[in-house]
């Protein structure tokens, strides 16, 4: 079942000199590169083009440096055109940051028709990712793992890492987050999320509250929750980092 929900945070690359012009500011306006121009304007276009991605990557964080991102999801699996433009457009209008969609380029035109809010996409895909980046998202997520929950499919560190490096490898500029997913006990949760972190990783994604189950009962238990609790108030647990 699709629905919509809240991230908080804890915490398109290419060499090529070909990009489509849009409307959202995120995404400015580079001309396309003329196949005769000469090897001086090659690398003129190419600062100018690694410049666009740093200043953009900046703008797509600046939220989460502050504290104050709110990154709304439609679902992964999500690929319903008049649903998915619903979601987006309750979300520019009720105050997000981000909107979190489907991995699909013609789902990312659609939703950069309606908002100037940074379209990011989910998928736990890696190899999908680069053709809604060149259709326009500007973030990806390896995540939102709720739909597959419901079929009994259960992702492990390893699974998420090796995505994660896969992702990062192919698109070493983009924004990418990720969801440390709720079966993994909270000292594992932390442990993953570090990890994540040496890989490149810019924003780490957490599931519910409800699903923040400590791996001892009791008093213990309790403990290890509040800790956590503690952790996140602090900071501790916050991982938003800029790849130049």
């Not at 959202?24 to 190419?46: D, E």
């Not at 736990?124 to 739909?147: K, Q, R, W």
């Not at 924003?203 to 699903?211: A, L, P």
Request: hydrophobic share 40%; glycine share 6%; net charge neutral.
């Amino acid at each position: 079942m699709n629905s919509s929900s809240i991230c908080m945070a804890i915490s398109a690359s290419s060499s090529n000199t070909s990009f489509n012009q849009c409307l959202n500011p995120f995404l400015g306006k580079l001309l396309p590169s003329k196949p005769n121009q000469n090897l001086r304007r090659t690398a003129c276009v190419r600062v100018n083009t690694k410049a666009l991605l740093s200043s953009s990557k900046q703008a797509v964080l600046n939220d989460f440096h502050e504290r104050r991102a709110l990154k709304i999801i439609s679902g992964l699996q999500n690929f319903d055109r008049e649903n998915v433009a619903s979601v987006v457009t309750a979300a520019d209008k009720g105050g997000a940051t981000h909107v979190d969609i489907a991995c699909d380029p013609d789902l990312v035109r659609l939703a950069i028709g309606l908002t100037s809010l940074p379209v990011c996409v989910s998928s736990v895909d890696p190899a999908a990712f680069s053709a809604a980046v060149e259709a326009g998202a500007l973030m990806v997520e390896i995540g939102n793992y709720d739909s597959f929950y419901e079929a009994g499919v259960i992702f492990s560190p390893e699974q998420i890492l090796k995505l994660t490096k896969e992702t990062r490898g192919n698109l070493p500029s983009i924004t990418l987050s990720v969801t440390v997913p709720h079966t993994l006990s909270l000292p594992d949760q932390v442990k993953l999320a570090e990890m994540l972190e040496k890989e490149g990783v810019d924003v780490i994604q957490t599931e519910g509250g409800k699903c923040s189950t400590p791996s001892k009962s009791g008093v213990l238990g309790l403990i290890e929750k509040l800790l956590l609790q503690w952790q996140l108030q602090q900071g501790q647990l916050v991982w938003v980092w800029d790849q130049q």
